[in-house]
């Protein structure tokens, strides 16, 4: 019998972004441009809010993710958890962690997505094929913001 506890791994993503940090961080905190670039949301940056992504749904995932803020420390770190709308400890429970590092030539932007367990699998590999996707639109977002 598999462990639930047993971690599959964490998901990274980096991307080279032409902008500098708070550039990047308004794309990340306003409610309104992360709709443009990931989901529907109630996102307020601040520690304890607790909000959600909206999408259509898929097989297997009810298109509601539940998140609560852990961390703002802008404009270089932001984290949140992020759950896959269940309220069973079974449900998917996982950590988004968004760490904006300066460079000459813009941003780096790093983001992990950590916790995820073995009954996880099948939202491990959704998200790792999912997230280079959706930096490219968090890049197309911040590249046509004034």
């Known amino acids: 019998m598999t462990d639930p506890t047993e971690h599959t791994g964490s998901l990274v993503f980096e991307r080279q972004l032409p902008h500098p940090p708070e550039k990047v961080w308004r794309a990340l905190t306003q409610s309104w441009l992360i709709e443009e670039w990931l989901m529907k949301n109630d996102f307020i940056a ?49 950590l988004v962690t968004w760490t904006l590092s300066p460079r000459s030539e813009g941003t780096l932007v790093r983001m992990e997505q950590s916790g995820f367990r073995a009954p996880d699998g099948m939202a491990y590999h959704r998200m790792g094929g999912g997230w280079p996707r959706i930096l490219g639109q968090l890049e197309h977002v911040v590249g046509g913001m004034k």
């Not at 898929?58 to 770190?77: D, I, K, M, Q, T």
């Not at 958890?81 to 309220?87: A, F, K, V």
């Open 46 to 94: 601040e520690v304890g809010h607790r909000f959600t992504f909206r999408a259509t749904p898929l097989p297997g995932w009810s298109g509601v993710v539940n998140c609560e803020v852990v961390l703002v420390e802008a404009p270089h770190r932001l984290a949140y958890r992020w759950g896959d709308g269940t309220e069973s400890d079974s449900g998917l429970s996982t």
